[in-house]
């Protein structure tokens, strides 16, 4: 079913996977080689398809989700309509996909939620196996910001052992969802610093921001993407990049090597996916359209306005299965060792 | 019993009773959060002990000055409507509330019907929708038996059962229905004005809201209704 | 550039482009369709119009939504006042004397002075927002943080707790039960999730827009519908008959108060609106000799809430622009637009896009002056919605309510909700409770639970600590005496009814 071609350029990018690109812009683009036309199976689709977007339409994946949809309607002429069903960390749109019937003509936006929430109970679908990826499109790493103007510390070190002295009481905020992306990451940097900070939770992107900007907290859990118009204003700079490596936007910014750390971040993914049990000739077509589509000028522009050109955004199906999988089984191990029920 | 009718008592019960449900049910997901003290209880089981205290506040006052209004309390005097109406219709009798909510209980039972079919047989997706397709037209029969006692109950059925059976049959098969459902109710009984404001108002909620705005409306999940839905939508878009 | 130099720059730059022209018409006249057609609201235009605004530029996008704001605000009075219907939250107290208005035949009167007093409260607003959106912007971004905002949240809920309902008990009941129905779906720290009595579509928790339409446009058609059932059904009367000058001149002080409470009030963002409109007309009552009058259709009633929630607007402008946070759901989705374009509402704006700002402050001042053109115009023809006869207007609304509920988040399940809402609603309100004080409860309640709990974060788990805070302890002293004031009142006053 998925072409040789494409499995060769899956296993490259597997190797690229962590490679960091030291400049801004690929050489090439992971589907160049892709034909740049193919047949509708059987006059597939014949009507506009749909796309449920389990979040807002303006945040991070309401972006992605009308990029991608724009990026299709470039390449093929079929339009698609999007559905935001936010709520519940993406459970309830993940919900109401599963309800629609499986003849590809619905497809599905998720991000990497869906992988912890399958690793906490196994009830829940897993990306991987219940649903088809059709392409990872965004990867982006974490970083931890303070206030340009801040003078109590100006960079990791030092905001380390400030953060020691106040014996608990630093604050920094970070997302309000147990076991996320975000909380896990920061739970690795707190053990393997030694150091007591109070999260502070917010559920929204925007008073998140405004906390660090007001003074409120004295640091911020973020993805870079989210707060780019903080850092080009010079509002906000990043202390530690939670990589190993250190991208060439952020080269000044200290990596998790740099610092010592040893632990293998979580990413934050953004992808595409539709029924397991659709067509098989409708889930080749729209593998083909939504990866060929990644390379659109408009969806890579899209993706370097967002930073996420910074390490390879890229995964075909299988590539996308194998991210997840590895991602669902270190969120497993990490749930147990923090006591979590997992399912 | 001071000033004290059945209805206060009722109503200072059912409070303390969603209290205490909610209390118990509060033990589901009564687990600590690492950074968070008070974890995720203790800001509902507060605020459950305040209508407790509320509740009972309400009741010794009921017991000494009755259905009064206290003073201090702004626009305390209005009766927007609804109490008037209430008194009105007499509909303050137990077996009126007993019917009507006998017939409230009808599309929860369609929404639950194949959980309910679930615990004796093994549901797959195709096995759900056909639950569905036979609890519909059911239930709907029993509403229909159960509504000639009770006019108005059967109005503040007829919506909820609009709404159970939007998710799985789609706003473009049951709307109309329902249209021609609710003037029926609201006593209008010739047939061709009934037919012309389906007809209106299917038409203009079509064009401004699917064919102007694009707005995707439920289409159900379950084939027919789900194809005509389609169907429907690509024919005026 | 001075501030009125800038006005100028953006009355030019709105007027001199004819797609800009267009869409400010749009924008006036659609808001004040949404807002006064039952059922819709001008929150359901702009959740259908959040994703075409990418086709525009952000200056149009962003001019559009804070159009819709100013005449939306004003429409959900005339729904309010007619069908006892609130558009939104913020329209919710001009119904408790509107609506009574309508049934004694005074229907003109109401909408008229909802038309002015709209007008001038907005108007009055906008220019106060030119000259005081950066200064304040500066000053609120850091003395207002979780703790700050939380005690305010209270402060609103005490004062709420007063309004609406038989007894200050029914009211705090209604409080409560709004407050309980915000706990639905996940807890604002760890994501856990309560009362979702294992339906996944619960997680999303209630949204308020469904409930808004279940509590008062679906409870109302049950109501109208158990007196038709019963034989005891009037069609409501009809007047156009406006208020004079004089009759609004009178009231000049109510419209004065009502500014400047509302003013206040609007900046504060998550509740700004609504808290505003209910202290309008709380303070109203409270000034006013003759207190037994309100709630009977009492024209100093309307016009207190409408100029309130009307000031708001302009005030809600202030940190959303300056601080990027939305004062309610329509700024809320004003975020939405921004982010579209890829800007992010906050300190920024003004740095990087002055014209956008200015395009913007202009637009809204027009539109709220043009709320008296267009407003008066568009009453007439809208008031005769009430000619059509009850059992073809029914499910006309309950429909578009439908879609209404539908088409903010696409969850069925909304749906489902605003009905059990308005069966809920039917049996509340022939008790006395206040359905205005759920949805209050219902609002505030998430943003209070998530302030709560990230002050207590703040202030390391100690009470004390928000007495640290002057602003926050000015407000808790403030919302204590406020229950302790009723409390007493609905003891020890003789005055009971």
Redesign the interface.
């Known amino acids: 079913m998925i072409k040789t071609k494409t499995l060769l350029m899956s296993v490259g990018s597997v190797v690229a996977a962590m490679t960091l690109s030291a400049g801004t812009a690929f050489a090439g683009c992971a589907t160049d080689g892709m034909p740049g036309s193919m047949d509708r199976p059987g006059g597939f689709p014949e009507r506009a398809l749909g796309m449920v977007v389990p979040y807002?339409?303006?945040?991070g994946s309401?972006?992605v989700a009308?990029a991608m949809a724009q990026a299709v309607t470039e390449l093929t002429g079929v339009a698609i309509n999007?559905?935001?069903?936010?709520?519940?960390?993406g459970?309830?749109g993940?919900?109401?996909y599963l309800a629609t019937p499986a003849n590809g003509y619905t497809v599905l936006e998720h991000i990497d939620d869906a992988s912890s929430a399958h690793a906490l109970d196994s009830g829940r679908p897993n990306p991987a196996e219940d649903l088809i990826p059709l392409v990872i499109s965004q990867i982006t790493f974490s970083q931890i910001y303070i206030r340009a103007s801040e003078d109590r510390y100006t960079d990791w070190d030092s905001f380390v052992a400030w953060v020691k002295a106040q014996d608990?009481?630093a604050?920094i905020a970070n997302v309000?969802?147990?076991?996320?992306m975000e909380r896990i990451n920061m739970k690795y940097l707190t053990d393997s610093t030694g150091m007591k900070i109070?999260?502070?939770?917010?559920?929204k992107g925007?008073?998140r921001?405004?906390?660090l900007?007001?003074?409120?907290?004295d640091a911020l859990f973020e993805q870079p993407g989210d707060v780019r118009?903080?850092l080009d204003?010079g509002?906000f700079k990043p202390i530690l990049t939670l990589l190993h490596s250190r991208p060439g936007a952020f080269a000044d910014v200290p990596s998790l090597t740099d610092a010592g750390f040893d632990f293998e971040p979580l990413l934050r993914f953004r992808g595409f996916y539709v029924h397991k049990d659709a067509p098989a000739d409708r889930v080749e077509w729209l593998q083909w359209a939504f990866q060929k589509a990644f390379c659109e000028k408009s969806y890579q522009d899209f993706n370097e306005?967002k930073y996420m050109n910074l390490i390879e955004s890229f995964r075909d199906s299988d590539g996308a299965r194998e991210l997840i999988t590895a991602t669902i089984a270190q969120y497993r191990d990490v749930y147990k060792q923090l006591g979590m029920e997992v399912k | 019993m001071g000033k004290l009718r059945l209805?206060h008592i009722c109503?200072a019960v059912f409070?303390l009773a969603l209290a205490a449900f909610?209390y118990i049910?509060?033990f589901e997901?009564d687990?600590g959060?690492?950074?968070?003290?008070?974890?995720?209880t203790g800001?509902?089981r507060a605020?459950?002990l305040?209508?407790a205290v509320?509740?009972i506040?309400?009741f010794l006052?009921q017991f000494v000055?009755g259905?009064?209004?206290?003073?201090?309390?702004?626009?305390?005097?209005?009766d927007?409507?609804?109490?008037e109406?209430?008194r009105?219709?007499?509909?303050s009798h137990f077996r009126w509330y007993f019917s009507t909510f006998c017939l409230?209980i009808l599309p929860f039972l369609y929404?639950r019907a194949h959980d309910l079919v679930g615990m004796f047989l093994e549901l797959d997706k195709e096995g759900i929708h056909s639950v569905k397709l036979i609890a519909a037209p059911v239930l709907l029969f029993v509403y229909l038996l159960l509504a000639r006692g009770n006019?108005?109950g059967a109005?503040?059925t007829l919506?909820?059962f609009?709404?159970?059976l939007?998710?799985d049959l789609g706003?473009y098969s049951m709307?109309p229905l329902?249209?021609v459902g609710?003037?029926l109710?609201?006593?209008?009984r010739r047939p061709q004005?009934i037919a012309l404001?389906?007809a209106l108002?299917m038409g203009a909620?079509l064009f401004t809201?699917v064919s102007l705005?694009y707005?995707?409306?439920?289409t159900g999940n379950i084939s027919p209704f789900y194809d005509l839905s389609h169907w429907i939508v690509t024919m005026i878009q | 550039m001075d501030p009125f130099g800038n006005f100028i720059n953006g009355t030019v730059t709105l007027f001199s482009d004819p797609l800009g022209i267009l869409i400010f018409f749009g924008g006036v006249v659609g808001g004040m369709l949404f807002g006064a057609i039952p059922g819709v609201s001008m929150l359901t235009l702009a959740a259908?119009?959040?994703?075409f605004t990418?086709h525009l530029s952000a200056e149009h996008g962003i001019m559009l939504f804070s159009v819709i704001y100013c005449t939306g605000v004003y429409g959900g009075a005339i729904t309010a006042i007619l069908f006892?219907i609130p558009g939104a939250p913020e329209n919710a107290?001009t119904?408790?004397?509107g609506?009574?208005m309508t049934?004694n035949g005074q229907a003109g009167k109401a909408v008229g002075a909802a038309v002015m007093c709209s007008a001038i409260g907005g108007t009055v607003s906008a220019v106060i927002m030119m000259a005081a959106t950066a200064p304040i912007a500066n000053w609120a971004?850091?003395a207002?943080?979780?703790p700050e905002i939380f005690a305010l949240v209270f402060f609103g809920l005490a004062v709420a707790a007063?309004?609406?309902?038989?007894?200050?008990?029914?009211?705090?009941?209604s409080i409560?039960?709004g407050?309980?129905i915000a706990?639905v779906?996940?807890?604002?720290?760890?994501?856990?999730?309560?009362?979702d009595f294992d339906m996944?579509?619960l997680?999303?928790?209630i949204h308020f827009i469904p409930t808004i339409l279940g509590f008062f446009a679906?409870?109302e058609i049950?109501?109208?519908?158990?007196?038709?059932?019963?034989g005891?059904y009037e069609a409501p009367k009809l007047s156009v008959n406006f208020p004079s000058v004089a009759e609004l001149i009178a009231h000049k002080f109510a419209v004065v108060r009502s500014i400047v409470i509302g003013f206040f009030c609007g900046i504060l963002p998550g509740i700004g609106a609504t808290l505003a409109a209910f202290m309008g007309?709380?303070e109203a009552?409270r000034w006013s000799k003759d207190r037994?009058a309100?709630?009977?259709g009492k024209m100093e009633?309307v016009i207190s809430s409408e100029t309130a929630n009307n000031a708001a607007t302009g005030a809600a402008m202030i940190p959303l622009l300056a601080?990027?946070?939305?004062g309610g759901a329509l700024t809320a989705?004003m975020?939405?637009?921004f982010?579209?374009h890829?800007?992010?509402?906050?300190?920024?704006v003004f740095?990087?896009s002055p014209d956008l700002v200015w395009v913007v402050f202009a637009a809204m001042f027009f539109a709220n002056l043009s709320i008296l053109l267009v407003g008066f115009l568009e009453t007439k023809t809208i008031i005769n919605l009430l000619r059509i006869p009850?059992?073809?207007l029914?499910?006309?609304i309950?429909?578009?309510a439908?879609?209404g509920a539908?088409?903010v988040?696409?969850?069925?399940i909304d749906?489902?909700v605003?009905?059990?809402a308005?069966?809920a609603g039917?049996f509340l309100?022939?008790?006395?409770y206040s359905v205005a004080g759920i949805v209050l409860g219902l609002i505030l309640g998430k943003i209070g639970?998530?302030t709560?709990?990230?002050a207590?974060?703040?202030l390391?788990?100690e009470w004390t600590g928000f007495f640290n805070r002057p602003i926050a302890a000015l407000l808790i002293v403030a919302a204590l005496l406020t229950v302790a004031?009723?409390i007493?009142?609905?003891f020890f006053?003789?005055?009971?009814?």
């Open positions: 807002g339409p303006a945040g309401g972006q009308q999007r559905d935001h069903k936010p709520g519940g960390s459970t309830v993940m919900t109401a608990g009481k604050t309000s969802k147990e076991g996320s109070q999260q502070i939770s917010f559920d925007a008073p921001y405004g906390a900007a007001g003074g409120q907290v118009k903080f204003s509002t306005s | 209805g109503e409070w909610l049910e509060s997901f687990r959060i690492e950074i968070y003290k008070f974890g995720a800001w509902p605020l459950l305040l209508v509320a509740a506040g309400q006052f000055a259905d009064k209004a206290t003073s201090g309390t702004v626009g305390a005097a209005t927007d409507g609804a109490e109406a209430a009105q219709s007499g509909h409230l929404m006019h108005v109005i503040l919506p909820l609009f709404a159970a939007l998710e706003f709307a329902f249209i609710v003037t109710l609201m006593g209008e004005w404001t389906a108002i909620l809201f705005l707005v995707g409306l439920p | 259908i119009l959040l994703p990418a006892n107290p119904a408790f004397d609506y009574p049934r971004i850091s207002f943080g979780p007063t309004v609406g309902a038989r007894t200050l008990w029914k009211g705090w009941l409560l039960l407050l309980m706990v779906g996940m807890d604002p720290v760890g994501g856990i999730e309560r009362y996944p579509y997680l999303a928790g679906v409870s049950f109501v109208q519908a158990e007196r038709k059932a019963t005891v007309y709380n009552v037994k309100f709630g009977t009633g601080l990027g946070l939305p989705m975020v939405g637009v982010q579209m890829d800007m992010e509402p906050g300190p920024l740095l990087n009850f059992q073809f029914a499910p006309l309950l429909l578009l439908t879609v539908y088409a988040r696409g969850l069925v749906v489902v605003m009905f059990i308005g069966v039917f309100r022939r008790s006395g639970e998530q709560f709990a990230q207590m974060q703040m390391h788990f004031g009723s007493y009142s609905a006053r003789k005055d009971r009814q």
